[in-house]
């Protein structure tokens, strides 16, 4: 069975950090591609933040402030996003994403498996 499980979110302050963690099992995942996305509140669509394969991946809005890593080590992948310099526009819920191919990565339907997300929330 497929699963995804998102941690590590919570209420953060503004200029604070967080890292999440999505541990993936059910799967050889080690060969997927791995992302995170996230939909802010008020409707609005998910969106790209990173992804990593053979290398890492980021929307504009979070270079230099998150970092993706992921540890292949075990049966169970773990991904990471450490979250740096947060800002109020960064609050959204947080999903892990896996995908089969390389390419596409920023890309929500291009995405086979998903986790249930996790809510960040900065505050001012």
């Known amino acids: 069975q497929v699963q995804l499980v998102e941690s590590g979110g919570g209420l953060v302050q503004a200029g604070g950090s967080l890292r999440l963690s999505c541990a993936a099992s059910g799967r050889t995942f080690s060969t997927y591609t791995m992302g995170w996305f996230r939909q802010a509140p008020g409707g609005k669509e998910r969106e790209f933040v990173a992804a990593i394969n053979w290398k890492t991946y980021y929307a504009d809005s979070v270079k230099g402030r998150f970092t993706i890593s992921r540890d292949n080590a075990n049966n169970t992948v773990v991904v990471y996003l450490q979250m740096n310099s947060l800002k109020l526009e960064d609050t959204a819920v947080y999903y892990c994403?896996?995908?089969?191919?390389?390419?596409?990565?920023?890309?929500?339907?291009?995405?086979?498996?998903w986790g249930q997300g996790t809510q960040v929330t900065v505050s001012s």
């Open positions: 994403a896996a995908k089969y191919r390389n390419e596409y990565v920023a890309l929500t339907d291009r995405y086979a498996y």
